[in-house]
């Protein structure tokens, strides 16, 4: 069973466009992220939702609007994606019973053109 | 916020050598991971260790919370070693989580 599940694994798209990036898990976790690796690999956190609420909230373009409709699930909208947009998206989750320990999607490629 | 710095950034071996992971971070945290990302992009938990020390196979890991550094060990490394290491560590719930720069390591054949 998948633990922290994203959806598309690749998306490839034009700037200007709107898409969403869906991620699930089945792990009964409370606290949802979403990270964002660069080209360069550098890894950081964008969003944080505890029980469906915002809880982090690190500078990122207001382009970028997550949604948490339950507490499995946290998607990511973007709007008029740009060039610098392309990179790899990580969801995790975390429990605070477990220290917040970190664990995370297999990632969506982001190809912007 | 939080400063994480790792060492080496880069790393090559023989396959069946051994290798040091070092991780410093700037302040006190609750909360220490380290991760393995694959040469397909996954990011693979490997350890959470605040503090003290665990193994699992032929990897082990330690932390010294008071002196701000944890060190990821790796014996008798194979091919499939290959691929980025990272840790991350937070001071405290509500605060971000922040990710080394990670050690690239090529175990070769």
């Known amino acids: 069973d998948t633990a922290v599940s994203q959806t598309p694994k690749y998306l490839v798209t034009q700037m200007g466009n709107d898409k969403s990036i869906k991620c699930e898990q089945n792990?009964?976790?409370?606290?949802m992220y979403w990270y964002k690796q660069d080209s360069k690999k550098f890894l950081k956190i964008m969003f944080s939702?505890?029980?469906?609420?915002?809880?982090i909230n690190e500078t990122v373009p207001n382009r970028f609007s997550p949604k948490s409709p339950d507490k499995a699930h946290l998607n990511l909208h973007i709007n008029s994606l740009e060039l610098g947009d392309s990179a790899v998206y990580f969801c995790?989750?975390?429990?605070?019973?477990?220290?917040?320990?970190?664990?995370f999607g297999p990632g969506t490629r982001l190809t912007v053109t | 916020g939080i400063q994480v710095e790792q060492s080496p950034p880069d790393l090559i071996l023989q396959e069946g050598a051994n290798s040091t992971l070092r991780c410093n971070f700037s302040?006190?945290?609750?909360?220490l991971q380290w991760f393995h990302q694959n040469p397909w992009g996954q990011l693979i938990n490997l350890f959470y260790?605040?503090?003290g020390t665990k193994q699992n196979g032929r990897l082990s890991a330690t932390t010294v919370a008071t002196e701000r550094y944890s060190l990821l060990y790796i014996s008798s490394s194979q091919t499939t070693d290959s691929g980025v290491y990272f840790c991350?560590?937070?001071?405290?719930?509500?605060?971000?989580?922040?990710f080394g720069p990670g050690t690239r390591l090529s175990v070769l054949p």
């Open positions: 995790a989750s975390s429990h605070p019973e477990r220290g917040y320990e970190q664990y």
């Open positions: 792990l009964g976790h409370d606290t």
């Open positions: 939702y505890n029980n469906k609420e915002l809880i």
């Open positions: 302040d006190s945290v609750n909360n």
């Open positions: 260790i605040p503090s």
């Open positions: 991350a560590a937070v001071r405290s719930y509500g605060q971000n989580f922040v």
